[in-house]
């Protein structure tokens, strides 16, 4: 109801809470919210707040019990936050401001590793930003879900280059074969991807997962 007040609208959906087999059921399920209020609110972007950070940071007992906070919660892996930001390019976002309820400048082994994950995919996106900002209309991509639910997207930049943003929602295992409509080799920028065909693809993941096809 408020969306027509904002020149931004922004989600922060945090799905990863407990170790086990993750899943980001929660981000598309605010995606989808979101995207829903844009169908009657034009011009409005869309931003997103992707989860970097361990929810045990807002427990107290985790904060006073190292042990209690490893059994009890689950830091995003690198491989997890980078998935959030692709489903969420995916599903629209054009701005993305990753979240983290701790520091994380280098002061300890664990922030450094952490803070380098998080330049590597601030650099990627970074990359991504002339494809996910584009104006050009991109072509429709058939998904054939086989496991779970994985969902793609191709983007052109202004020079008509290709990505293929693909991410596997979770929990358990994700295979889906993508067909595009044009004969181009891409090639897998994770190793989640094979090609079967000139224009035939099949991902396979597990749990949050995502890749990226381009040339």
Known sequence: FFASTCDILGVDPYPIEKPGNHNMLLVKKNMDAANKSFRTNDGIALWSVPQFHNLGNYDWRAKENYEYKLKNFATPSKEEMQSMCLLMAIMGSKGFIGYSYFDIFPRKT???????????????????????????????IIVENKQGNVLAKAFLDEDKRIKILIAGIGPGKSEAIMTIPQNINLTSRFGRTKSLTSNKYIFQGEGICSDILDK
């Open 110 to 140: 664990e922030e450094e590793k952490r803070w380098l994950e998080i330049c590597d995919i601030a650099e990627l996106l970074k990359e991504l930003a002339p494809f996910i900002l584009s104006p050009q209309n991109s072509f429709e």
